[in-house]
């Protein structure tokens, strides 16, 4: 038993600061370290044993057969290879311990099993009794790691364990089983959470064996043609460490650990599935694809967005690929014939997500003091634990005196600003009729918030000043009390605002996570009015999903987006934050802005877009759902507030109702500097509520529309289906029959030339330039090359009809055959006629 792990409290209110680690060798960024595990090869799987496809070289290299010539082999080259000899012991301690003395620092690490279905991923992290794989070994070395770190007083540690599984697309709690499919949140820091989810404290490794154990059983697993007991769900169990300084000023860093088994990619012609495992099995297949679109778009360096919105697995793991995990990625393989182009497939994907870069950092979390209690925290003297105590007037020389260079920012009149502002933006944001107020009150309070701004702004300064002070100070120690004097998080380089609320909220008067949580109320209200008076100026972002454009300032104050969120008696801290006017629409392109009733007038309500779009709101802070509320639209013309009118407008929560521009106006398309930014460049200070607006109109195969395009392979193709396999040992060529069998799986690295090319899976598109091809080829028709025209013009009605059907995808694929035959028609016609009109001039001279 750890005797210091203390119970498991978390707080939404807390303010976390990420500080910006090195990585090893004063590197700021991770690399995903990718090793490949071969299982053994079982002559049951390979009913015509042909002997293993694939073999290991040494430690980092292995080969597997070159499909296109069975002479050769390809190479590959991983951080490390496990052999079929190799223990569950070797795979944990080589490929997985060295990370996880991260989560202790207040990093995240992740551990992820890829591969086919019955390569050998459950093995790998669950194990058996007898050879307990990365799971148990993990947690266990987490534990050892602590108790090491025992030793050196003035930490107190708490584990956390939870664990759920991605089922059909669905988020389920495998420690408290219930249907219910939770949502997947991301806060303002990008941490991803999930609210609702059980987390359960744990204090040694057998009370998590007690805990894991039966909840393993809840996972769906079923039996399949290529594995008796095979994944039906992707699971993933998440460790948080958190650990708290006893001492001032209550440092507290927050690691978390996923260990995560995927579902193995499945070809369903060889799986058997049929009925629910068949859907299962398109859910797993589509959720990897998803995965390998995610790797591909991280790896292109030039995608504007990448899709980790596009399931709830690459949602998760968003922290873990491209964010600010230390990962590692276990890619299981099988050495048999039959599992040939998985084994082909999983080793070019993890050859691809060997490139990609992680940027973990510290994830610091400090709880800021109400004056009062930070004073009487202080004065409980070097436990920090005790409970305060009467108020002492030489309290505040003391804080003074405390080696605090801050202590200034504190002064009397700083909490009682901060309450009145935040008490006077409440009733001003909460206040739904205009009327209400009478427009003197409106003005007076107003001029009373500029001025409280204006004091709060000073004492921000005054504590940036401070906390540079401090950091300097601090420097000069083996630990500093605060990082802020390494290098800034990256995602927050370009927030000037977060900047500074960092800086804000860097203070020597701290608590430790576990004190009462009225205790923090004026922390959070502290952060709300900070928030608050950036969500004035800007409008609140509203994303949809997997689109990637934004509109105009003129558009978008044009448009009528009228939300209303209601949060009372939900989420009480969060009440009277969230009501907003103005919206940032994200969209992919200006041609889909136009394909979707967006902007026509009588759509652009909120609630309206419903009918189309699964709408989200949820509090950024804290990942709550909020509701919407339908708001009463105004007349137009009359109730119409002036453009300039915006900020006022929003502050007294009058909704902005003018007619929507005509569909005629252009989209500003944005474009991102980032590769892994998921977020609209425009939206420079994102406010507190997040508005997702997910695609409700899919495909009949669940493929949303607007799924991106192909990404370009970066390792190599994978094998057509229709080509010959030769297998050395037979010395002949079995043409077809294997690789027909076989076809691309989710993982493909050309998923979207092959396998759902025939899907209406692109953005809709603009017709005019389909009726272009049309014209184009009449045009053509009058060149003298008819066989060549006539077809152009039959590609250009097909064209047509296809677009008429709504297959978009079709039309432009036949209007571009339909483009490429007319011109060539015409380019072939025009050179005839004049070589005619030549060949007739010498006639005629001779
Ligand atoms: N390294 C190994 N040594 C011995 N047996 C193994 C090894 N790897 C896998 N196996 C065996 O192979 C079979 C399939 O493995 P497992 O269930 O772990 O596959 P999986 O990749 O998790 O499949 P699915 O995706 O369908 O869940 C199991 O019987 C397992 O015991």
Same mark, same amino acid.
């Given at each position: 038993?750890?005797?210091?792990?203390?119970?498991?409290?978390?707080?939404?209110?807390?303010?976390?600061?990420?500080?910006?680690?090195?990585? %090893?060798?004063?590197?700021?960024?991770?690399?995903?370290?990718?090793?490949?595990?071969?299982?053994?090869?079982?002559?049951?799987?390979?009913?015509?044993?042909?002997?293993?496809?694939?073999?290991?070289?040494?430690?980092?290299?292995?080969?597997?057969? /070159?499909?296109?010539?069975?002479?050769?082999?390809?190479?590959?080259?991983?951080?490390?290879?496990?052999?079929?000899?190799?223990?569950?012991?070797?795979?944990?301690?080589?490929?997985?311990?060295?990370?996880?003395?991260?989560?202790?620092?207040?990093?995240?690490?992740?551990?992820?099993?890829?591969?086919?279905?019955?390569?050998?991923?459950?093995?790998?992290?669950?194990?058996?009794?007898?050879?307990?794989?990365?799971?148990?070994?993990?947690?266990?070395?987490?534990?050892?790691?602590?108790?090491?770190?025992?030793?050196?007083?003035?930490?107190?540690?708490?584990?956390?364990?939870?664990?759920?599984?991605?089922?059909?697309?669905?988020?389920?709690?495998?420690?408290?089983?219930?249907?219910?499919?939770?949502?997947?949140?991301?806060?303002?820091?990008?941490?991803?959470?999930?609210?609702?989810?059980?987390?359960?404290?744990?204090?040694?490794?057998?009370?998590?064996?007690?805990?894991?154990?039966?909840?393993? =059983?809840?996972?769906?697993?079923?039996?399949?043609?290529?594995?008796?007991?095979?994944?039906?769900?992707?699971?993933?169990? =998440?460790?948080?460490?958190?650990?708290?300084?006893?001492?001032?000023?209550?440092?507290?860093?927050?690691?978390?650990?996923?260990?995560?088994?995927?579902?193995?990619?499945?070809?369903?012609?060889?799986?058997?599935?049929?009925?629910?495992?068949?859907? &299962?099995?398109?859910?797993? /297949?589509?959720?990897?694809?998803? =995965?390998?679109?995610?790797?591909?778009?991280?790896?292109?360096?030039?995608?504007?967005?990448?899709?980790?919105?596009?399931?709830?697995?690459?949602?998760?793991?968003?922290?873990?690929?491209?964010?600010?995990?230390?990962?590692?990625?276990?890619?299981?393989?099988?050495?048999?014939?039959?599992?040939?182009?998985?084994?082909?497939?999983?080793?070019?994907?993890?050859?691809?997500?060997?490139?990609?870069?992680?940027?973990?950092?510290?994830?610091?979390?400090?709880?800021?003091?109400?004056?009062?209690?930070?004073?009487?925290?202080?004065?409980?003297?070097?436990?920090?634990? &005790?409970?305060?105590?009467?108020?002492?007037?030489?309290?505040?020389?003391?804080?003074?005196?405390?080696?605090?260079?801050?202590?200034?920012?504190?002064?009397?009149?700083?909490?009682?600003?901060?309450?009145?502002?935040?008490?006077?933006?409440?009733?001003?944001?909460?206040?739904?009729?205009?009327?209400?107020?009478?427009?003197?009150?409106?003005?007076?309070?107003?001029?009373?918030?500029?001025?409280?701004?204006?004091?709060?702004?000073?004492?921000?300064?005054?504590?940036?000043?401070?906390?540079?002070?401090?950091?300097?100070?601090?420097?000069?120690?083996?630990?500093?009390?605060?990082?802020?004097?390494?290098?800034?998080?990256?995602?927050?380089?370009?927030?000037?605002?977060?900047?500074?609320?960092?800086?804000?909220?860097?203070?020597?008067?701290?608590?430790?996570?576990?004190?009462?949580?009225?205790?923090?109320?004026?922390?959070?209200?502290?952060?709300?009015?900070?928030?608050?008076?950036?969500?004035?100026?800007?409008?609140?972002?509203?994303?949809?999903?997997?689109?990637?454009?934004?509109?105009?300032?003129?558009?978008?104050?044009?448009?009528?987006?009228?939300?209303?969120?209601?949060?009372?008696?939900?989420?009480?801290?969060?009440?009277?934050?969230?009501?907003?006017?103005?919206?940032?629409?994200?969209?992919?392109?200006?041609?889909?802005?136009?394909?979707?009733?967006?902007?026509?007038?009588?759509?652009?309500?909120?609630?309206?877009?419903?009918?189309?779009?699964?709408?989200?709101?949820?509090?950024?802070?804290?990942?709550?759902?909020?509701?919407?509320?339908?708001?009463?639209?105004?007349?137009?013309?009359?109730?119409?507030?002036?453009?300039?009118?915006?900020?006022?407008?929003?502050?007294?929560?009058?909704?902005?109702?003018?007619?929507?521009?005509?569909?005629?106006?252009?989209?500003?398309?944005?474009?991102?500097?980032?590769?892994?930014?998921?977020?609209?460049?425009?939206?420079?200070?994102?406010?507190?509520?997040?508005?997702?607006?997910?695609?409700?109109?899919?495909?009949?195969?669940?493929?949303?529309?607007?799924?991106?395009?192909?990404?370009?392979?970066?390792?190599?193709?994978?094998?057509?289906?229709?080509?010959?396999?030769?297998?050395?040992?037979?010395?002949?060529?079995?043409?077809?029959?294997?690789?027909?069998?076989?076809?691309?799986?989710?993982?493909?690295?050309?998923?979207?030339?092959?396998?759902?090319?025939?899907?209406?899976?692109?953005?809709?598109?603009?017709?005019?330039?389909?009726?272009?091809?049309?014209?184009?080829?009449?045009?053509?028709?009058?060149?003298?090359?008819?066989?060549?025209?006539?077809?152009?013009?039959?590609?250009?009605?097909?064209?047509?009809?296809?677009?008429?059907?709504?297959?978009?995808?079709?039309?432009?694929?036949? %209007?571009?055959?339909?483009?490429?035959?007319?011109?060539?028609?015409?380019?072939?016609?025009?050179?005839?006629?004049?070589?005619?009109?030549?060949?007739?001039?010498?006639?005629?001279?001779?």
């Amino acid at each position: 038993m750890l005797s210091n792990v203390r119970p498991f409290v978390w707080r939404s209110s807390d303010m976390a600061q990420r500080v910006a680690v090195p990585d %090893g060798a004063n590197k700021k960024t991770s690399r995903v370290r990718v090793a490949v595990r071969l299982r053994p090869y079982m002559d049951n799987q390979d009913e015509k044993d042909l002997g293993p496809c694939v073999r290991g070289l040494d430690s980092q290299n292995l080969e597997i057969i /070159n499909w296109r010539n069975a002479t050769e082999t390809v190479k590959y080259h991983f951080d490390a290879f496990h052999g079929e000899q190799t223990t569950q012991q070797e795979v944990f301690l080589s490929s997985v311990k060295p990370i996880l003395p991260h989560i202790l620092k207040g990093q995240n690490a992740s551990v992820f099993a890829y591969g086919p279905t019955g390569a050998g991923k459950t093995h790998t992290m669950m194990g058996s009794s007898d050879q307990p794989g990365v799971i148990p070994r993990a947690v266990g070395e987490v534990f050892k790691l602590v108790k090491a770190k025992d030793e050196d007083e003035g930490w107190d540690y708490s584990i956390g364990m939870s664990y759920l599984e991605i089922y059909n697309e669905k988020v389920l709690d495998l420690l408290s089983p219930s249907s219910q499919d939770l949502p997947i949140r991301e806060d303002k820091d990008k941490n991803i959470l999930i609210p609702g989810l059980t987390l359960t404290t744990i204090s040694s490794f057998s009370e998590f064996d007690k805990h894991f154990v039966p909840a393993s =059983l809840n996972r769906t697993t079923a039996s399949t043609k290529l594995n008796q007991r095979s994944s039906r769900s992707h699971a993933v169990l =998440l460790i948080k460490v958190v650990r708290t300084q006893r001492v001032l000023p209550h440092r507290q860093l927050t690691g978390k650990l996923y260990l995560i088994d995927l579902a193995g990619s499945e070809d369903n012609r060889r799986t058997g599935n049929q009925g629910i495992r068949l859907k &299962e099995s398109g859910a797993i /297949n589509l959720s990897l694809f998803t =995965l390998s679109k995610v790797v591909d778009s991280l790896n292109s360096g030039t995608a504007v967005r990448v899709p980790y919105r596009d399931s709830k697995l690459t949602r998760l793991l968003q922290d873990s690929l491209g964010g600010s995990a230390h990962s590692v990625m276990i890619t299981n393989i099988a050495p048999e014939y039959k599992y040939y182009f998985d084994t082909f497939n999983a080793l070019n994907f993890a050859s691809k997500s060997k490139l990609i870069v992680n940027k973990p950092f510290t994830c610091e979390t400090v709880a800021v003091l109400p004056v009062k209690r930070a004073k009487e925290d202080h004065k409980a003297g070097v436990s920090g634990t &005790e409970p305060p105590k009467k108020r002492h007037k030489g309290d505040r020389k003391t804080e003074q005196d405390g080696s605090s260079p801050c202590a200034d920012f504190h002064s009397p009149s700083e909490p009682s600003v901060m309450d009145r502002l935040v008490a006077l933006e409440k009733l001003m944001m909460n206040c739904q009729d205009k009327d209400k107020l009478s427009m003197l009150s409106v003005a007076q309070s107003r001029k009373e918030i500029q001025e409280l701004k204006e004091k709060h702004r000073e004492f921000e300064s005054k504590a940036m000043l401070f906390s540079r002070l401090a950091g300097e100070k601090s420097s000069a120690k083996p630990e500093p009390a605060f990082s802020n004097n390494n290098a800034p998080l990256q995602r927050k380089q370009s927030n000037a605002t977060n900047a500074k609320k960092q800086q804000a909220v860097v203070q020597p008067l701290q608590v430790s996570q576990f004190q009462p949580l009225q205790q923090l109320a004026v922390v959070k209200k502290q952060s709300v009015c900070v928030k608050k008076e950036r969500k004035i100026s800007d409008p609140v972002e509203v994303s949809i999903q997997a689109l990637t454009a934004v509109l105009s300032l003129t558009q978008l104050q044009n448009c009528k987006h009228q939300i209303q969120a209601d949060v009372a008696g939900k989420h009480p801290e969060c009440h009277g934050k969230v009501n907003t006017t103005g919206a940032t629409i994200v969209s992919k392109e200006p041609s889909s802005i136009h394909a979707m009733p967006l902007y026509s007038p009588c759509h652009c309500d909120l609630m309206e877009l419903s009918c189309y779009f699964n709408i989200e709101i949820y509090c950024g802070t804290c990942g709550m759902d909020v509701n919407i509320m339908p708001a009463p639209a105004l007349q137009p013309g009359k109730d119409q507030p002036s453009l300039l009118d915006q900020e006022d407008t929003l502050s007294s929560q009058a909704p902005i109702s003018v007619p929507c521009p005509p569909l005629g106006d252009e989209p500003v398309i944005h474009s991102s500097s980032s590769p892994v930014s998921t977020q609209p460049p425009r939206s420079k200070s994102k406010g507190e509520l997040v508005i997702v607006i997910n695609e409700k109109l899919k495909n009949s195969n669940g493929i949303h529309p607007t799924s991106t395009e192909s990404t370009s392979p970066v390792i190599c193709s994978p094998p057509r289906r229709q080509h010959s396999i030769s297998y050395p040992h037979h010395n002949k060529s079995r043409k077809g029959s294997r690789a027909s069998s076989i076809g691309y799986t989710a993982f493909s690295p050309r998923p979207s030339i092959s396998r759902h090319s025939s899907i209406a899976t692109n953005p809709p598109l603009d017709r005019t330039k389909i009726k272009d091809y049309l014209f184009l080829s009449v045009l053509a028709c009058f060149c003298p090359v008819w066989p060549i025209n006539i077809v152009g013009f039959v590609y250009s009605i097909m064209s047509k009809n296809s677009l008429e059907q709504g297959n978009l995808d079709g039309a432009v694929r036949l %209007g571009r055959v339909a483009k490429m035959l007319s011109l060539v028609s015409l380019v072939g016609g025009t050179i005839i006629i004049i070589a005619c009109i030549v060949n007739l001039a010498i006639n005629v001279k001779t």
